[in-house]
């Protein structure tokens, strides 16, 4: 029996019968409403579910491109620090490099559906290019509507979509298979693996490639973590000492600056965590004395949070950390955490507080969660920034104020290019950079 949630076998009866239905259910994306979406008929269950999601996250289907959701700079800042970049080699044996002469392209996208990688073969990357599937574009389905990438992601497994089952009409000439891709510790997704091109890239064979490579990509990134906690434990465990930067080693910690997705580290074991499950332990760590479900839900939704909602976030986030270790798993009534968890952002203040400003920058990565909007946050994220902007103005080297002005939050930063001036000797060849930087600013703010 035909799986329901895969399309029949390119080139069959049944798939051309597939095209014709799904380009006739174009012509009713008008009825794409709660009470009328079922009247859409011979489409595929999942398709047409996902179709009706599409059209209330307002994706339009006549719009041929997807959106760019980050420029180069950013896009190769984000990869560096993704958890997926450390597998990525498994990736090109197993899909990219077979796939340079085959009519097929590889993605490899976020957990919010943001193509991080895009390879295979050139010809049909040029092609690719006129509907934005590229790296650093937003392929979610609030974007682009139904997709495999995107709709892999809305439904949490594996997907193919064959030419006209997409939403958007610039993507009929394409069919792609992706497949979700998730930590091996805590089950939480971490991005997705698509390929994409032509009939044959919703082949049965496809599919079981694309799981195949998925699987062997997550028990490499077990492997390796498994590998770095040995590493860890024969090291002696002790609270004061440092590493090479100046950052301090502490057995349980929260790595949250200058990432959308915290590492939380417990009694040596590391995991990448969702981006709301980040954003509850950065609150939770700065109350170390808890807050109330209805506390929390104001520090963590920024409109009227639901409490239902919390509750199955903390649901989830308790099974993550109890795979770490059940004694850090967090408390209710308050929420509350039981062990000491040392985030990042709290030894840039520890610092700062000492007078160590060179030491506090050189922990500080960037921005706390820097995409995340939760409100208590959107509240620290401002005052370790704060904090840290103003006693290096007050009290910092020239070399620390240089150090500084290269963070993406001082690219505009007209008084910390001015201190620098004040700093420098007049004949330092340096002032040149920070005069052409200024009118830099100046010109990019005027235009």
Known sequence: MRNPNHPP???????????????????????LRADTAKDISGLRRLVRESWQRSASL??????AEAPLAMEQDELEEYRRQHPLATIMPVIKKLLVQPSHDSGLLV????????????????????RAEGMMFVAGADWSEASVGTSAPGTALALDRSIQISGAEHFKRSVHPWSCTAVPFHDPDSGAVLGVVDITGTE????????????????????????????????????????????????????????????????????????????????????????????SAEDLCTQ???????????RAEMVRLRKVIQELSP???????????????????GQVLSCLQRGAHRIALEIYKGAVLPRSEAPGVVQLRERVSHLLREALLSDGSVDSLLEYAELPEA????????????LLPPRSPKRAAMVADLERIETEMTA
Not at 11 to 19: W, Y
Not at 207 to 219: G, H, K, N, R, W
Not at 300 to 310: E, I, Q, R
């Open 58 to 63: 307002q994706a339009n289907p006549d719009v």
């Open 107 to 126: 993605a490899v996208g976020d957990d919010v559906g943001r193509l991080l990688w895009v390879d295979g073969d050139p010809v049909m990357q040029r």
């Open 411 to 422: 690219k505009y930063d007209v008084d910390l290019r001015l201190a620098v001036l004040k």
């Open 327 to 345: 004694d850090a798993v967090p408390h209710s009534r308050p929420y509350r955490l039981p062990v000491e968890l040392i985030p990042d952002s």
């Open 200 to 291: 044959t890239a919703v082949a049965a064979h496809t599919l079981s490639l694309v799981e195949a490579t998925v699987a062997a990509a997550q028990a490499q990134l077990r492997i390796e973590r498994l590998t770095l906690a040995a590493a860890v434990r024969e090291k002696p465990r002790r609270r004061s000492a440092a590493t090479t930067s100046g950052q301090a080693l502490y057995r349980n910690s929260l790595q949250l600056l200058g990432r959308d997705q915290a590492l939380l580290s417990i009694d040596g074991r590391t995991v990448a965590l969702s981006a709301r499950h980040s954003e509850i332990l950065a609150i939770l760590g700065n109350h170390p004395d808890g807050l």
């Open 300 to 310: 963590l939704y920024p409109g009227d949070g639901s409490s239902v909602t919390l």
């Open 9 to 31: 076998v390119a080139g069959s009866d049944a798939a051309k019968l597939l095209q014709k239905r799904a380009l006739a259910g174009h012509e009713h994306l008008d009825l």
